[in-house]
């Protein structure tokens, strides 16, 4: 992973209270299973030990995910600025496709939820907010077809 990836400061506390969480709660319970485990004699047909060990490398495969995001996290804030969109704003626009107003906070890839609301920098609305100031119409180039979107307010 040697791209950055834009966070928010909220973003970037997630990640490390979930790297909190691998490191000091879920590893040491994993490590503990395939001790107990191992104990139980015959490795080589023993399910439990199999299963832990599987566990154990998706705890660690994602810990060291976190890290290398960490590493390369640009992380963004919103600093009271409310002129122009950017990442980590939470914008209310108008769309014209969907005829209703919503509100969204852009955010990087790693942080993207569309159940939250908030969509990537990278998404065809995101790159087409950034940028931009209230009042402003954007046409937002989507695979169902182009669309405008207006935006009514930044809120944060």
Do not use: F
């Not at 979930?18 to 080589?44: N, W």
């Not at 950017?86 to 939820?113: F, P």
């Amino acid at each position: 992973m040697n791209d950055k990836i834009y966070l928010t400061e909220e973003g970037r506390q997630k990640l490390l209270e979930r790297l909190d969480y691998l490191t000091k709660i879920e590893m040491p319970q994993v490590v503990e299973r395939i001790k107990i485990a191992r104990e139980q004699g015959d490795l080589s047909e023993n399910a439990e030990y199999t299963a832990a060990r599987e566990e154990q490398a998706r705890v660690d495969g994602e810990i060291k995910e976190i890290e290398a995001q960490l590493k390369v996290a640009v992380i963004y804030s919103q600093d009271g600025k409310r002129d122009t969109v950017s990442i980590g704003s939470k914008v209310k626009i108008y769309d014209s496709l969907m005829e209703e107003e919503a509100v969204y906070q852009i955010v990087g890839t790693a942080e993207a939820n569309i159940i939250e609301n908030k969509i990537s920098n990278e998404s065809e609305v995101g790159k087409s907010l950034l940028g931009k100031k209230v009042g402003d119409e954007v046409t937002v180039n989507a695979q169902i077809g182009a669309y405008k979107v207006k935006i009514l307010e930044i809120l944060a």
